[in-house]
């Protein structure tokens, strides 16, 4: 149980156009899902919290008019980046936390590696 | 805020050893948690173990135990009888107790097990 599934795995899109990556939480609820960003060979880097039906907290630095985050259901999380630019190119993960889980137990999808061309 | 220090880059162990990873923390928080989560080269995130402040004990998990030094600010990871299996990316991660449940990783120990 608990199984985070992203879509899509991998994503290569020309400079300047959107992409969107999902979230989905396939055997729980989440009312809170975390986007991280990571670059190869670092750590993971909290961008934004998630929570359903209710706008995104996004850390200092992060650009929310860029990376627009959705919760629109207890499922599901969508992270679309905006007129993408080279720069871009990460790898891309989600977290959900268990609502009906001790301690709110996050589970992590196996990520997004997004390629800006 | 919270930061989490991970001080070896890269950490090299023989099979059936035993390595310590280690990490420390800077927190004014009384309770809160502590993880460790592995990366294998899938970059999929495993939680190995995790501990919560409050408990004096260390928690273990088979082969995997912690060293919980809460005064120190120290949360260092024992991996026993190592697996080829064990190589990855070794990420020490904190998390408040109350609020918002975002984890604060540090930059994590590359281990490296050799036949």
């Known amino acids: 149980g608990a199984v985070v599934s992203q879509h899509p795995s991998r994503v290569i899109c020309k400079s300047g156009t959107s992409v969107k990556i999902e979230c989905r939480s396939l055997?729980?609820?989440?009312?809170?899902m975390f986007w991280y960003r990571q670059f190869p060979k670092q750590s993971l880097m909290l961008m934004a919290t998630?929570?359903?039906?209710?706008?995104?907290?996004?850390e200092q630095g992060v650009e929310k008019d860029k990376f627009l985050i959705n919760h629109a259901s207890l499922t599901l999380s969508t992270l679309t980046v905006t007129s993408a630019h080279p720069e871009d190119s990460s790898f891309y993960i989600c977290?959900?936390?268990?609502?009906?889980?001790?301690?709110?137990?996050?589970?992590f999808g196996p990520g997004t590696r997004l390629t800006v061309t | 805020a919270q930061t989490v220090t991970q001080s070896q880059p890269e950490m090299s162990v023989q099979e059936a050893e035993t390595v310590t990873l280690s990490c420390t923390y800077d927190?004014?928080?009384?309770?809160?948690?502590l993880f460790w989560y592995k990366q294998p080269p899938s970059r999929q995130m495993i939680l190995v173990i995790r501990?919560?402040?409050?408990?004096?004990q260390n928690a273990t998990e088979n082969r995997f135990s912690v060293n919980f030094q809460k005064a120190a600010k120290s949360f260092s990871l024992k991996i026993s009888d190592s697996q080829l299996g064990d190589a990855a990316m070794y990420f020490c991660?904190?998390?408040?107790?109350?609020?918002?449940?975002?984890?604060?990783f540090g930059k994590g120990t590359s281990l490296l097990v050799t036949p």
């Open positions: 977290s959900a936390r268990h609502s009906g889980g001790a301690d709110g137990e996050q589970y």
């Open positions: 998630s929570n359903e039906g209710s706008k995104a907290t996004y």
């Open positions: 055997d729980f609820q989440a009312t809170t």
């Open positions: 927190t004014s928080e009384s309770d809160y948690y």
């Open positions: 501990q919560e402040a409050y408990k004096q």
């Open positions: 991660a904190y998390r408040s107790a109350g609020g918002g449940y975002a984890l604060n």
